[in-house]
């Protein structure tokens, strides 16, 4: 059975309140924390092989070593602007044990010697934002957070932004953007944040789920966590199982357990014993993985291999009684919708993909719409300054790779029915030659 | 083209009537009306695209605190806002959420406060409103609900959930019904967050609920909010209640 580290009896009433998290051993990791030499601390979450939890995967131990030394202003941003489709793990956390976030934000500060640090939590959670600003008040006067912190001599300023609404900024750089009071819009990289990154100052930034692990690596030693999970991917990860399945919701799970253990035994499987079409192990940007891909272990690596990727912990499980068609419209037009415009190939590519599956459905489409449609998703993916037409284009691609007998069949129904005539073979096969 | 190609079908998708366009604005036989496909929904051609702009006048500049009255309270909280920030601009988000708490909008009077107390051009405070899903630039109903419609949601039914909400509230002068990407708590779904409150798993009854609940000021749908569901997994429940 899985040790449970992050969600170890998190229903407990009250566990808000510093009182309740302090009976169960809370801020002990700090307080074990600045006993030890700040360089100590970014050891032990190296040696704990902890990988970001928000969705690129990043070792948080190297991310912090990037930091320059110096005394110039370092700044943390804890990115809680969780929204990418499928995504819930953090709202429980902060809702629930906001105490455990604050605690890894204070231990990661003093480890890499910041001293203002941010979290940007979406301005649609406003009990989680309610919460956290609560607990926020209470590690202040508890002198967690302020001036000279346990004696330590380290400052700390910790400020709640609540933003309003835009996917982009839960990317890293769109998020500094944000934060500075600007438009959400991405920034080319390099430089990294860890360089040059909000007020042009370094800054770490990380994933609630990430930082709120920290508490717990330091408390069993960084090489102890290694010991959970795979060699590559080490530890506990909060998966978010939504969509057909009887019980969905969060579950901690060690990483490198079957994809089928969390889907069937965990969230129960699909209702009415149908059949899963298809899955996306990481979030709707992740390409998507069929019910021949159920027995892979759920972790970073196999996940890659698999074509796909870990992602955020999000598992979005579609049924047979669902069409893919409508899934990929739904996909396209989020990512249209939330696309900034900053880069040409997002802004085009993801609205024309919108059109063409429009296309599809109003039986204006041929199948080399298919082919057409694929090779806008290979000229986004790596040509934008930030990852979110590539979000539309892994899984859209994937979709179209793995389901194209059922999007043909899609298009000759909705020919069909619109009286656009039937597919002659000239028109199946189309003048795919002299077009490209 | 060869012989084999059947012949086009007219295709349907502007209605019986099809109107010539003259400058993207449809003209049908009996006058000029809105097209009835929603074209350019994102990009350049948002509602307000083409709003005039008096160009005879001078750029907007930073608004004079001596002609331009700013309520007390919405001043006080502005500054505190700026004043948790080692740069003054970041309380940009902040102050838009104050002012339009305070004004029910971004109303161009709004977006002059902020901007005349931040220092700011409202030119500056506009482009950030303009934005961000959660600023209207509109004047809007008091009562946010906004329904997901995102990929989770719509599998279980969060589509038919907005129909019928809009169905429910057409033209309701204090709510105001939006479809919304993923607010995160797909594991409610099908969802909405009705003035900040998340409630599900909702079903097409709970609809007539939230819109009763709302008029009559009563928390909205008790039992399906989301701040009293536990933890799915069980292995993490504590030993005793409810949260």
Redesign the interface.
């Given at each position: 059975?899985?040790t449970?580290l992050l969600?170890?009896?998190?229903?407990?009433?009250?566990?808000y309140t510093r009182a309740v998290y302090e009976r169960r051993g809370g801020y002990s990791a700090l307080r074990k924390a600045v006993g030890m030499p700040p360089a100590a601390v970014i050891q032990e979450i190296s040696d704990s092989g902890l990988r970001g939890r928000g969705g690129a995967g990043f070792r948080m131990g190297q991310k912090a070593s990037f930091l320059p030394k110096g005394d110039m202003?370092k700044y943390l941003t804890c990115n809680a602007d969780?929204?990418?489709?499928?995504?819930?793990k953090?709202?429980?956390i902060m809702?629930?044990c906001p105490h455990m976030l604050i605690e890894g934000i204070i231990i990661a500060c003093y480890g890499a010697a910041i001293n203002?640090a941010f979290i940007y939590i979406?301005?649609?959670?406003?009990?989680q934002g309610d919460m956290l600003e609560g607990a926020i008040a209470e590690a202040y006067e508890a002198g967690y957070l302020g001036e000279n912190i346990l004696g330590t001599g380290h400052h700390l300023e910790l400020?709640l932004?609540?933003?309003?609404?835009?996917?982009i900024c839960g990317e890293e750089t769109g998020l500094l953007d944000?934060?500075?009071?600007?438009?959400?819009n991405p920034r080319l990289k390099p430089p990294f944040p860890a360089v040059q990154g909000l007020?042009q100052g370094p800054t770490l930034i990380n994933n609630v789920e990430t930082l709120a692990t920290v508490p717990a690596i330091i408390n069993m030693g960084g090489k102890d966590y290694a010991q959970i999970g795979t060699a590559t991917s080490t530890g506990t990860k909060l998966v978010?199982v939504?969509?057909?399945v009887q019980?969905?919701?969060?579950?901690?799970i060690e990483l490198g357990t079957p994809s089928r253990e969390i889907i069937y035994d965990?969230?129960g499987g699909p209702p009415g014993g149908h059949e899963i079409k298809l899955w996306f192990p990481g979030g709707?940007s992740s390409p998507v993985l069929t019910k021949d891909d159920l027995d892979l272990p759920y972790d970073f690596d196999t996940m890659a291999k698999a074509g796909s990727m870990l992602g955020s912990g999000?598992i979005?499980v579609?049924d047979e009684t669902?069409r893919v068609l409508?899934?990929a419209i739904?996909?396209a037009k989020?990512y249209?919708?939330?696309?900034?415009?900053k880069c040409v190939p997002c802004?085009e590519g993801t609205?024309w993909t919108v059109k063409m599956l429009r296309r599809i459905e109003?039986g204006?489409a041929t199948p080399m719409d298919l082919d057409l449609m694929a090779s806008v998703q290979t000229l986004i993916i790596g040509n934008c300054l930030c990852v979110l037409g590539d979000a539309m284009a892994m899984p859209i691609g994937s979709i179209v790779e793995k389901f194209r007998p059922e999007l043909e069949a899609e298009i000759e129904a909705a020919r069909e029915r619109?009286?656009?005539?039937?597919l002659?073979?000239?028109?199946a096969v189309g003048v795919t030659d002299s077009v490209f | 083209?060869?012989a084999?190609?059947?012949?086009?079908?007219p295709?349907?998708?502007l209605g019986a009537e099809r109107p010539t366009t003259f400058a993207g604005v449809a003209i049908f036989a009996d006058g000029i009306k809105p097209t009835p496909v929603p074209r350019y929904?994102?990009?350049s051609r948002v509602p307000g695209w083409d709003d005039a702009v008096d160009l005879t006048k001078p750029p907007a500049t930073i608004p004079d605190p001596a002609t331009t009255p700013v309520p007390e309270s919405l001043r006080t909280a502005i500054e505190a806002a700026m004043a948790?920030?080692?740069?003054r601009?970041?309380?940009?988000?902040?102050a838009?959420?104050l002012a339009q708490q305070h004004h029910g909008w971004c109303s161009p009077e709004a977006i002059v406060q902020v901007a005349c107390v931040m220092r700011l051009t409202p030119a500056y405070l506009t482009?950030?409103a303009s934005?961000?899903?959660?600023?209207s630039l509109r004047p809007k109903p008091p009562h946010d609900v906004?329904v997901c419609?995102?990929?989770?949601c719509?599998?279980?039914g969060g589509d038919e959930i907005h129909e019928r909400m809009v169905e429910l509230v057409h033209d309701h002068p204090d709510l105001n019904v939006c479809s919304?990407?993923?607010?995160?708590?797909?594991?409610?779904?099908p969802m909405a967050?009705v003035d900040?409150?998340?409630v599900g798993p909702l079903n097409l009854e709970d609809c007539e609920q939230i819109a009763a609940d709302l008029e009559a000021g009563r928390p909205v749908l008790e039992h399906k909010q989301?701040?009293f569901r536990?933890?799915?997994?069980p292995?993490?429940?504590?030993?005793?209640?409810?949260?």
């Amino acid at each position: 059975m899985t040790t449970l580290l992050l969600f170890d009896k998190i229903d407990e009433p009250g566990l808000y309140t510093r009182a309740v998290y302090e009976r169960r051993g809370g801020y002990s990791a700090l307080r074990k924390a600045v006993g030890m030499p700040p360089a100590a601390v970014i050891q032990e979450i190296s040696d704990s092989g902890l990988r970001g939890r928000g969705g690129a995967g990043f070792r948080m131990g190297q991310k912090a070593s990037f930091l320059p030394k110096g005394d110039m202003p370092k700044y943390l941003t804890c990115n809680a602007d969780e929204s990418e489709p499928g995504t819930f793990k953090d709202r429980e956390i902060m809702q629930k044990c906001p105490h455990m976030l604050i605690e890894g934000i204070i231990i990661a500060c003093y480890g890499a010697a910041i001293n203002t640090a941010f979290i940007y939590i979406r301005g649609e959670y406003v009990l989680q934002g309610d919460m956290l600003e609560g607990a926020i008040a209470e590690a202040y006067e508890a002198g967690y957070l302020g001036e000279n912190i346990l004696g330590t001599g380290h400052h700390l300023e910790l400020v709640l932004h609540r933003g309003a609404g835009a996917y982009i900024c839960g990317e890293e750089t769109g998020l500094l953007d944000s934060l500075e009071g600007k438009r959400g819009n991405p920034r080319l990289k390099p430089p990294f944040p860890a360089v040059q990154g909000l007020y042009q100052g370094p800054t770490l930034i990380n994933n609630v789920e990430t930082l709120a692990t920290v508490p717990a690596i330091i408390n069993m030693g960084g090489k102890d966590y290694a010991q959970i999970g795979t060699a590559t991917s080490t530890g506990t990860k909060l998966v978010s199982v939504s969509g057909d399945v009887q019980r969905p919701g969060n579950y901690e799970i060690e990483l490198g357990t079957p994809s089928r253990e969390i889907i069937y035994d965990l969230a129960g499987g699909p209702p009415g014993g149908h059949e899963i079409k298809l899955w996306f192990p990481g979030g709707s940007s992740s390409p998507v993985l069929t019910k021949d891909d159920l027995d892979l272990p759920y972790d970073f690596d196999t996940m890659a291999k698999a074509g796909s990727m870990l992602g955020s912990g999000a598992i979005i499980v579609v049924d047979e009684t669902h069409r893919v068609l409508d899934v990929a419209i739904k996909l396209a037009k989020f990512y249209a919708h939330e696309s900034c415009g900053k880069c040409v190939p997002c802004r085009e590519g993801t609205n024309w993909t919108v059109k063409m599956l429009r296309r599809i459905e109003s039986g204006e489409a041929t199948p080399m719409d298919l082919d057409l449609m694929a090779s806008v998703q290979t000229l986004i993916i790596g040509n934008c300054l930030c990852v979110l037409g590539d979000a539309m284009a892994m899984p859209i691609g994937s979709i179209v790779e793995k389901f194209r007998p059922e999007l043909e069949a899609e298009i000759e129904a909705a020919r069909e029915r619109a009286g656009t005539g039937p597919l002659t073979d000239e028109l199946a096969v189309g003048v795919t030659d002299s077009v490209f | 083209m060869s012989a084999t190609r059947p012949p086009r079908q007219p295709q349907q998708t502007l209605g019986a009537e099809r109107p010539t366009t003259f400058a993207g604005v449809a003209i049908f036989a009996d006058g000029i009306k809105p097209t009835p496909v929603p074209r350019y929904q994102h990009g350049s051609r948002v509602p307000g695209w083409d709003d005039a702009v008096d160009l005879t006048k001078p750029p907007a500049t930073i608004p004079d605190p001596a002609t331009t009255p700013v309520p007390e309270s919405l001043r006080t909280a502005i500054e505190a806002a700026m004043a948790k920030y080692p740069d003054r601009r970041s309380a940009a988000i902040p102050a838009l959420h104050l002012a339009q708490q305070h004004h029910g909008w971004c109303s161009p009077e709004a977006i002059v406060q902020v901007a005349c107390v931040m220092r700011l051009t409202p030119a500056y405070l506009t482009s950030v409103a303009s934005f961000y899903d959660m600023f209207s630039l509109r004047p809007k109903p008091p009562h946010d609900v906004y329904v997901c419609t995102n990929i989770t949601c719509s599998l279980l039914g969060g589509d038919e959930i907005h129909e019928r909400m809009v169905e429910l509230v057409h033209d309701h002068p204090d709510l105001n019904v939006c479809s919304f990407e993923c607010l995160g708590a797909c594991d409610i779904g099908p969802m909405a967050s009705v003035d900040g409150e998340y409630v599900g798993p909702l079903n097409l009854e709970d609809c007539e609920q939230i819109a009763a609940d709302l008029e009559a000021g009563r928390p909205v749908l008790e039992h399906k909010q989301l701040r009293f569901r536990r933890c799915a997994d069980p292995r993490s429940h504590g030993d005793e209640g409810q949260l």
